[in-house]
């Protein structure tokens, strides 16, 4: 009756143990279905594997999915201290692991050193000094439903024959629950990974539309035309401006081709800027003409810009339009007016110029007459008088800013025009208190047009002339120079006047650009320089406004070796 008592009680006691056991596995069930953490899992998967088994110590193996897509193998560890972790031998560097993940069975063995096959690794090489016997060894592959091994659960005990059938069953189910938790994790990662880039995608979307509708209203509402064309010419769109600067509606135009607004004999220009285009090329402040519906020409300045997809290749070309016609009148009628304004200057010089010369001939004509019965004396008047009116002549022709000579080049010195300029200006330079040095160190002849070169020279005194109000120096000298350009002759014209600022100096030989407010013409720089380079020669300006050492030197090169100018 005692035997008995105790084998009810026994089985009473196993009742209960498998009891908590299997009430363990329901709870580990519940846990993996709740947990959203793959860490917690495994861990708790790896901590119940243990209880239900009986091991010492066991080990969860599962790989994951790095976010580049590269795979990493972790695991966890129950039963063991975890500084002795890292002792522990990978799965890849010993026998006993591999048939667990590479043959998804299970492995069970009473005396794992018995078996030929692992042996060689037992007991394990860094385990605990406590655990160096290992025996019984229980290995669960954790597969998902597509027969894909994500792992595996592995427990060890030093005594023999401690994982039997049950223990497999149950570290079975507890692998396969933690096989349903890593997959329901993967695909919750992946779906809520997509669902991110879903609202990623209709976040740029959103933005690309606000973007694209702010940019259609700017189009819509600019006072510029605005086109776009295709790489054929096609039109493919049209702003309001457009329609009002050209006479076209949007529906008239679109998918009409761009020649339709330029004139034939400027068709050439499409082909270069569609050319343009195609090289991924910009064009900026392009002027031209463009035709109305109406056949009205306008001036136009364009900007084109290449049309890409989202791979980079050009499909197309945008062109911003702006009419400039009245801007160009402007620009016509100012400089009209500055010529105009220019050729009373220059009468008003020519006057004040000729009009000492003209006195010493009326003079020189009273003296001839009063003295008409000295044939000598007369001769002597008419010759000084005649001279004069030589100069009369010579003063005019250099002060028309766009006069343009004639004559052929001749080979003269040049010094000998300096001469004849400072002759001129001496009165000027003396009235205004300026004193005139001279250097002429020159024995080159050059070959020029006398008049044009005299124009230069006559040109550059005037303006050092107005630049010394108060008085100063003028200094004038020539000398032979051999310059990168060839042999040739140096004119220095310098003055000790009031400077040109810096930022002026680049433009004092455009056309109708002047320093000097009203006073000045703008011109004759320009015409200088134009007769310089027209005889094969060089010009430059040094200045500066330095109260200690201010003035200006403009420097003339003409080569010697020159073919003779063009008329």
Not at 203 to 219: C, K, N, W, Y
Not at 247 to 258: C, F, K, L, R
């Amino acid at each position: 009756m005692a035997n008995s008592g105790y084998l009810v009680q026994n089985e009473q006691e196993q009742s209960a143990g498998l009891g908590r056991k299997l009430e363990l596995v329901v709870q580990t069930g519940l846990l993996l279905a709740r947990s959203t953490s793959l860490q917690t899992w495994v861990q708790f998967a790896t901590d119940a594997g243990l209880e239900l088994s009986g091991a010492q110590f066991g080990v969860f193996f599962y790989t994951v999915i790095g976010e580049s897509g590269e795979s990493c193998l972790l695991h966890t560890f129950s039963g063991i201290e975890p500084e002795k972790l890292s002792q522990l031998p990978a799965p890849v560097g010993t026998a006993v692991f591999p048939p667990a993940f590479e043959s998804a069975y299970i492995i069970r063995s009473a005396d794992i050193t018995k078996g030929p096959r692992y042996s060689h690794n037992i007991p394990l090489p860094g385990a605990p000094a406590s655990y160096r016997t290992v025996r019984s060894y229980l290995a669960v592959p954790v597969k998902a439903n597509s027969g894909e091994v994500l792992g595996g659960l592995i427990y060890f005990h030093e005594k023999t024959g401690v994982f039997d059938q049950e223990a497999e069953n149950l570290v079975a189910t507890v692998a396969a629950q933690a096989a349903s938790a890593i997959e329901n994790f993967h695909l919750r990662h992946e779906l809520t990974g997509k669902i991110h880039d879903l609202h990623l995608a209709e976040r740029d979307q959103h933005e690309a539309s606000r973007h694209l509708a702010e940019l259609a209203a700017i189009v819509e509402s600019s006072d510029d035309a605005i086109i776009s064309k295709d790489l054929n010419g096609r039109i493919t769109s049209w702003n309001h401006a457009a329609s009002q600067l050209f006479g076209y509606s949007a529906e008239e135009i679109v998918g009409q081709s761009i020649l339709l607004l330029i004139p034939p004999e400027l068709h050439s220009e499409e082909t270069t800027i569609i050319g343009k285009i195609r090289a991924g090329q910009r064009i900026e402040h392009y002027e031209t003409v463009r035709l109305k519906r109406n056949g009205d020409r306008m001036d136009v300045s364009l900007t084109i810009s290449p049309l890409k997809d989202r791979t980079g290749t050009v499909i197309g070309a945008s062109k911003i339009l702006r009419d400039i016609s009245s801007r160009k009148k402007i620009e016509s009628s100012l400089i009209q007016a500055e010529k105009i304004a220019a050729t009373g200057r220059m009468a008003a010089t020519i006057a004040h110029e000729v009009n000492n010369p003209l006195e010493a001939v009326i003079n020189l004509i009273f003296l001839a007459q009063t003295n008409a019965h000295n044939p000598e004396a007369v001769t002597s008047y008419l010759r000084a008088a005649e001279s004069e009116i030589v100069r009369v002549s010579h003063i005019a022709r250099q002060t028309l800013g766009f006069y343009r000579e004639n004559a052929s080049a001749v080979s003269l010195h040049l010094f000998d025009l300096v001469v004849d300029a400072i002759r001129i200006y001496q009165h000027r330079c003396e009235a205004a208190s300026i004193s005139i040095k001279s250097d002429l160190n020159s024995v080159r002849a050059v070959l020029v047009r006398k008049g044009e070169i005299m124009q230069v020279i006559s040109n550059i005194i005037a303006n050092a002339i107005y630049a010394m109000p108060t008085g100063g120096t003028l200094s004038l000298s020539v000398r032979d120079v051999d310059s990168p350009a060839g042999p040739g002759v140096m004119l220095a014209i310098e003055d000790t006047g009031i400077g040109i600022p810096a930022e002026q100096q680049p433009r004092i030989f455009e056309a109708f650009f002047t320093s000097r407010g009203t006073i000045g013409t703008g011109i004759g720089l320009f015409v200088a320089k134009q007769f310089v380079e027209g005889h094969g020669g060089q010009i430059s300006v040094a200045s500066s406004t330095d109260p200690a050492s201010h003035g200006t030197r403009m420097s003339i090169f003409l080569p010697t070796e020159n073919p003779q100018p063009a008329n």
